[in-house]
């Protein structure tokens, strides 16, 4: 107290004691314990500790320069910061009260209603009043959405541009800009991570699955074992992450449409002497009278009716060759090292 005395008689180049040479004086002054620690407070175990718990009363009480008199925190002065820099980002995280019944659209509404002329002159006259004017800010910037915020940090720059010796106090701005600051970095900290962005950075082995014997190989394991291997100025370190290419279903042989439909002659039908002998198959609709069902007993072919039953996405069983395993390997692998070279 006694060097804080002697600052503010001796006019000392300070936000605190120049507060007091201007709005406020000494006979001002007040005190309010917080804090009480046991000893002569000379021991330097006890120094350590109380300059610990004023960097944390200053951050709980949110004093920081512009949001209060103290420019040191942290062991930096923050009158001096850069423009880069957020001084409510060292601020502990203040209890908020959660609403179960606040939903999305009356944030919405709340941002659709916000005028920034009309919360300026609030801000105004609260300041010429001492009435709490940093909690309002704070109170009505932090409902606000990111578009809007974006929009008052773009509108605070023009006005402070085009006349700098407006009403306003310079300590407006500064709280101002610094509020919406920090709530726009927190929305960029809360953003979800882009999986599309996340599935493009990644690095694909495509392989051909000719027959059983790719999946014995287990080739994600061998690139898993292998990965220190990548070299380490790669960019991508990541194993590669495998795909199988499958061979084809029966669907594509056995739904031939196109096919059937080309080789019909309709013109055939036309002829007075054409006939057909539907009515004599036990498969033929009583309605018109010509063979339609989906009976695959009409199928003759034990062999291919028993084909036709696993459905058209089967795919009919191969025998392992090894040749072809090693040959669809090779061409995985050329085809991702050159893929891979091309993101580096």
């Avoid at 709980?60 to 103290?70: D, I, M, S, W």
């Avoid at 990644?202 to 220190?228: D, M, P, T």
């Avoid at 090894?322 to 040959?327: C, E, F, I």
């Amino acid at each position: 107290m006694n060097g804080h005395r002697s600052g503010i008689k001796s006019k000392v180049d300070n936000i605190l004691y120049n507060h007091f040479q201007g709005p406020c004086s000494l006979e001002d002054i007040s005190v309010q314990p917080i804090e009480a620690f046991r000893g002569d407070g000379h021991k330097e175990t006890i120094i350590k500790q109380r300059k610990f718990r004023e960097n944390f009363w200053i951050k709980e009480l949110r004093t920081t320069y512009p949001y209060g008199l103290n420019d040191k925190c942290n062991g930096r002065i923050w009158k001096n910061k850069n423009k880069e820099d957020i001084t409510a980002s060292i601020f502990n995280p203040a209890k908020c009260i959660i609403r179960k019944n606040r939903t999305r659209n009356s944030k919405h509404a709340w941002s659709q209603a916000f005028s920034f002329e009309n919360f300026l002159a609030n801000v105004l006259d609260k300041y010429n009043t001492h009435d709490s004017w940093i909690f309002f800010c704070r109170k009505n910037l932090c409902c606000l959405s990111k578009k809007v915020l974006k929009s008052i940090s773009i509108l605070l720059d023009e006005k402070i541009w085009e006349d700098p010796d407006e009403n306003f106090p310079q300590i407006i701005f500064e709280v101002i800009q610094d509020i919406v600051k920090e709530k726009l970095q927190r929305f960029s900290l809360n953003r979800k991570p882009d999986s599309k962005q996340n599935f493009n950075r990644k690095v694909f082995a495509k392989i051909y699955f000719c027959n059983k014997g790719i999946e014995l190989v287990q080739f994600s394991r061998l690139l898993r074992r292998f990965h220190n291997k990548i070299p380490e100025d790669f960019k991508y370190k990541e194993p590669p992450t495998v795909i199988y290419t499958r061979s084809p279903t029966i669907g594509r042989k056995i739904f031939n449409y196109k096919q059937t439909i080309e080789s019909i002659k309709t013109s055939d039908w036309k002829s007075e002497m054409f006939s057909c002998n539907c009515k004599d198959s036990k498969f033929v609709d009583n309605h018109h009278k010509h063979v339609i069902t989906g009976d695959l007993r009409i199928i003759a072919n034990k062999k291919l009716r028993n084909l036709l039953l696993k459905g058209p996405t089967y795919r009919e069983p191969v025998d392992i060759n090894w040749n072809k395993v090693l040959k669809e390997f090779k061409k995985g692998i050329e085809e991702c090292q050159i893929k891979w070279t091309q993101r580096k």
